[in-house]
């Protein structure tokens, strides 16, 4: 897979004599799943046939039989950059992670840091700030988590690739 692709699903073990397999997904977007769409995966590109949220049931063109579709077992699904966009609808102060990443985080006119990743703890993301150089400098720790709330993060400029946040600093101090 190339590096711009995302782990978006994973496929379980079959279900029935049909070609049913079990649907694991990993995004916060699953309407982008939809019957007839093309995915790329760890065997190659596979196409929806049919899909049931409810039951996390899934079964693709061409593995319409329970020996075809157990080949598909634990392969995994991606979506590049191009792709998500196209499928996914972000609502009102929404962003893609991968927009997230290599934003730099300033605390009034002060970078802090740049983000270098974002992790999900329960049920919230935390953004892995690599702190500032000059920061470093002054033993402030290398990086720090801070947590993508509204108690932190103000706004998010993706045109200046900025994210403008308030009491970063403290956990900053903190870490």
Known sequence: MSNDASLI????RTIGLWGDLK????TD?????KIG???KSNRGDLTIADINFTRGIVKFRGYESIDSAKKLTNVKIYADETQTRENCDLKEGQH???DIIG?????GDEILGVVTDIQRMADTDYLVIKTDETLVKEDFSQSFLLPYIERYVLTVGLDEKTIYTKDAKDILEAS
């Open 9 to 12: 699903a994973q496929i379980g």
């Open 37 to 39: 769409n093309t995915y």
């Open 23 to 26: 649907f694991h997904i990993h």
């Open 96 to 98: 893609f992670w991968f």
């Open 29 to 33: 977007f699953p309407e982008q799943f």
């Open 103 to 107: 934003c730099t985080v300033k605390q």
